[in-house]
C-alpha cells in the first residue's frame, strides 16, 4: 500500500518518530512518503495515511491542522492514525491524559478529520534545541513531574518497541 506519514515538528522529536514509522512500514512492504506539513498544499495519492504532530502550549500545530482542515475528505476516506506526541504521553497522570484526549478531540472537531484511531507517543525534552526561557520553563515542568534533568543534555522517552508495536498491527489491519 501506498501510506502518507505528514508530520509537525517544533525541536525535532516528531520528525524522528514520523521517520522511524515510515521505516517500519517500508520494512513491512509499503511504499510510504514521509512529508513535512509546512510542505503539504498538496498530498500525494495515498491508500491509508498518518499524521503526526506534537502538543504545545495545549495544542498541536497550526501548519498539521492546517492539512487535516484542508485535506479532511480524502483522509476521511482512507484508513487513518493520528499520533499525538507530548511528554504527558509519557507519565500516567489521570488529568493529563484527559487533558490529551481534550486537545486530540479540539483538533479533530476543527479540522473536519476523523482518525481511524488515536495514538499518544511520548516525546523528549530536547534542551539543545531550547532558548534560555524555554529551558528554564521546561527544567520547571520536569520538577513539577519529579524528573531528574540535565539542562545540558537531550532526554527521550519515546517507547520505540510500542511504536513498532503499533506500526506492525496497523499495517496488518491495512492488509486484512
Not at 521517520?19 to 517500508?26: E, G, S, V
Not at 498538496?42 to 499524521?51: E, H, K, R, T, V
Not at 476516506?77 to 484527559?98: I, M
Amino acid at each position: 500500500m501506498k501510506i502518507l506519514i505528514c508530520y509537525a515538528s517544533t525541536e525535532g522529536q516528531t520528525r524522528k518518530i514520523a521517520r522511524f514509522c515510515a521505516d517500519r512500514l517500508f520494512d513491512l512492504g509499503h511504499a510510504v512518503e514521509l512529508l513535512p506539513a509546512t510542505d503539504a498544499t498538496d498530498l500525494p495519492d495515498c491508500d491509508a495515511a498518518i499524521l503526526a504532530g506534537s502538543v504545545h502550549v495545549g495544542r498541536l500545530q497550526e501548519a498539521l491542522a492546517e492539512v487535516a482542515t484542508a485535506h479532511a475528505d480524502r483522509l476521511n476516506a482512507c484508513p487513518t492514525l493520528l499520533l499525538q506526541v507530548s511528554l504527558a504521553a509519557a507519565g500516567d497522570d489521570a488529568e493529563d491524559r484527559a487533558d490529551l484526549e481534550r486537545i486530540a478531540g479540539e483538533f479533530v472537531r476543527a479540522t473536519g478529520w476523523t482518525p481511524g484511531a488515536v495514538h499518544h507517543v511520548a516525546g523528549a525534552f530536547r534542551f539543545t534545541e531550547y532558548d534560555f526561557f524555554k529551558s528554564w520553563a521546561m527544567r520547571w515542568i520536569a520538577a513539577r513531574k519529579g524528573q531528574q534533568v540535565d539542562p545540558a543534555r537531550d532526554r527521550e522517552y519515546t517507547d520505540w518497541a510500542a511504536l513498532d508495536a503499533l506500526m506492525r498491527d496497523w499495517s496488518d489491519s491495512l492488509v486484512a
